[in-house]
């Protein structure tokens, strides 16, 4: 982690209004200002003003109304502080690029701004280090892939940049077959007065007709009053049904096994909690659902394919960075997805020689005793057989 006080945030906002410039600035701010709302603004959230305003535009407004009354430091100022002492190394390293890159900063291709703060960011880990960076100009008109960073150190380093949106259409697809698999099971416990922890699993994405089939057995299970793993092998769907409790009987809380042992895609757990007079904490109602497809997630597989894809951006001439953040943390990244992961990683690895290692980072925002603090998350992967491995002498930028 970067540990900035407050004074310095301040000094390093300053240093991103300064480089994007007053005339850029203000006429985005003065569009935030003049903005009205519509009517529902409690049902308004960020990805509305997302839509409506430039990213950094609107970070820094956030920022300069909260530096009119905040007494210590938030997510947003130092995401903002962040980027501004990454553009500070950067201007003091007298980065070649520098003025092209805090174009598309603050491009009207608003879907640039996020590449390019990853890019700055990964420019700045190694311009910190000693080593010369140079952003890459794209030459797209005469159809040429080119690496985002080129690295001055021995025959020089290519790196390659991606950045994976938090947002994920199939995720969230099956998540919503998921939870309406959730909505009516909740129904049929109540019906039938029994409550059940339910693992659901399917060797494919659920489709429409696969909800409608699993929601038929998962009813006339629990019409039966069922328990075990049933299996349907030619809808490839296999479903766990243990039973917890009656319909409203309470039972003291502490831990339970759902009906699997596997690691679940997709969990939900719901009860209604009471306290004795002796603190002694009870449930009633306790039921436990989980999903999984066997397709890996697009939270994996995003990132693997986007591995894969980036071999062709590089020359092969010399040594190949691949870095990759997936923006913040995902909650729902177990164990078990780290392993896929590694493994979805390795595997392109080891079938192209032109990468040399990958880092796949995540930000995360935390409470310190010394107050918020701002930082990364990264994972490592070393191509052993690549055609250029890294020089010896070469650290990869992974900061703690």
């Known amino acids: 982690m970067t540990w900035i006080d407050f004074e310095t945030c301040v000094e390093y906002i300053a240093a991103v209004k300064r480089l994007v410039g007053d005339a850029w600035l203000s006429q985005e701010l003065d569009r935030i200002g003049a903005y009205e709302p519509p009517e529902r603004p409690d049902r308004l959230g960020y990805t509305h003003y997302y839509d409506e305003f430039h990213p950094l535009a609107f970070l820094i407004y956030q920022v300069d109304e909260q530096l009119k009354s905040c007494v210590q430091a938030t997510q947003q100022i130092l995401r903002l502080s962040y980027l501004g002492k990454n553009l500070s190394v950067l201007e003091n390293a007298n980065s070649k690029g520098l003025d092209w890159k805090l174009g598309e900063l603050t491009s009207s291709t608003k879907t ?37 960073i080129f690295i001055s150190f021995a025959d020089g380093l290519e790196v390659e940049c991606k950045r994976k949106d938090w947002k994920s259409q199939r995720d969230a697809r099956n998540a919503d077959r998921w939870n309406l ?7 049929w416990t109540e019906y039938f007065g029994l409550n059940y922890a339910i693992y659901v699993r399917t060797q494919r994405d659920p489709d429409a007709r696969d909800v409608a089939f699993i929601l038929d057995q998962i009813r006339a299970l629990l019409k039966g009053r069922r328990e075990g793993t049933f299996e349907f092998p030619a809808k490839g769907v296999c479903i766990s049904l243990k039973i917890l409790s009656e319909t409203d009987q ?25 306290r004795d007079e002796f603190g002694r904490r009870f ?14 997630p ?9 591995v894969r894809d ?13 870095h990759v953040q997936v923006n913040l943390v995902d909650p729902q990244m177990t164990g078990h997805d780290l392993e896929r992961l590694d493994s979805g990683i390795e595997s392109v690895l080891r079938n192209n020689s032109t990468i040399s290692a990958v880092v796949v980072s995540g930000e995360f925002f935390d409470e310190h005793e010394l107050g918020p603090c701002y930082g990364h998350i990264r994972l ?21």
């Open 283 to 296: 449930r009633k109602n306790l039921r436990a659902f989980a999903f999984k497809s066997e397709e890996l």
């Open 112 to 148: 640039m701004f996020d590449k390019a703060v990853y890019e700055i960011e990964t420019a700045a880990g190694y311009a910190e280090r000693g080593h010369p960076v140079e952003f890459v100009e794209t030459k797209s008109n005469e159809k040429m892939r080119t690496p985002d």
């Open 310 to 322: 980036a071999r062709r951006q590089f020359s092969a001439a010399v040594p190949a960075l691949v």
């Open 250 to 274: 309470e039972i003291e809380a502490g831990g339970f096994l759902l009906a699997s042992r596997e690691e679940p895609e997709y969990s939900s757990t719901q009860w209604q909690d009471r």
């Open 298 to 306: 697009d939270r994996i597989a995003s990132i693997v394919r986007s």
């Open 181 to 187: 698999i959730i909505r009516r099971a909740c129904g």
């Open 380 to 400: 490592t992967y070393k191509n052993e057989s690549a055609k250029h491995p890294l020089p010896p002498d070469f650290e990869l930028y992974r900061e703690s």
